[in-house]
């Protein structure tokens, strides 16, 4: 059965501190990686892909290590409205029941 | 576009939740979000009159007659399909969710 594991969090950070949370996933065969964020009763919205190599999108950066399955997520100089629910989100083969796995979210509290 | 925002309903009636997009995208789908329990999938479609179950269709069903829309059928409600309902939509890489459909069976 395909995994994906995130810690619930809540993860209560100060405005300004960087966070970073992980979510491993058990299919080595997954091909695609994503984070998502939610607002609270918001639909899910892509924040970022997640590449082999790494990759920034301003104060975000995602990272993958293939070997030991896992994802992250990195926040710097977190901002109040960062606080929300981040996914992690797995990628199989195909578009269909083989498409997305999300994981059950990582809460994120970013007090003034 | 999901329609409606808010539904109650009284257990045993019908219910159907539509689902809208205009990007021509060729797969939709049906989750339901609670608490505890994330995105689980329900039903897939990838192209016209073509469904596939999910990983919980019990007590479900869908429609798909046009390609830019996606319903989602209850046929008996029942109090345990009290939730958040999100459609999503994918050309074959990332999805688009729509705004969801709050449900409560009472």
């Known amino acids: 059965r395909k995994e994906v594991e995130q810690d619930p969090g809540p993860f209560n950070v100060p405005e300004g501190a960087t966070v970073a949370f992980n979510c491993t996933y058990s299919n080595s065969a997954s091909q695609s990686f994503f984070w998502y964020r939610q607002d609270c009763r918001k639909e899910p919205k892509l924040l970022m892909s997640v590449y082999s190599s790494g990759n920034e999108d301003g104060r975000f950066t995602a990272q993958l290590n293939r070997a030991s399955q896992y994802i992250s997520l990195l926040i710097r100089d977190s901002k109040l409205s960062d606080s929300a629910t981040y996914l992690c989100?797995?990628?199989?083969w195909g578009g269909g029941a083989d498409g997305l796995t999300f994981g059950k979210g990582t809460h994120l509290i970013i007090q003034p | 576009t999901q329609s409606p925002r808010y539904k109650i309903t009284e257990t045993g009636r019908q219910v159907t939740l539509m689902c809208h997009q205009t990007w021509s995208h060729s797969y939709m789908f049906w989750y339901r979000q609670d608490p505890g329990l994330g995105l689980r999938l329900i039903y897939f479609?990838?192209?016209?009159?073509?469904?596939e179950k999910g990983d919980i269709p019990e007590g479900y069903s869908v429609s798909r007659e046009k390609k830019e829309r996606f319903s989602l059928i209850l046929e008996s409600a029942s109090t345990n399909q009290t939730s958040m309902y999100l459609c999503?939509?994918?050309?074959?890489?990332?999805?688009?969710f729509g705004s969801g459909t709050r449900l409560t069976v009472v």
């Open positions: 989100v797995v990628k199989g």
């Open positions: 479609s990838y192209d016209v009159k073509m469904k």
């Open positions: 999503a939509s994918s050309a074959n890489y990332g999805y688009t």
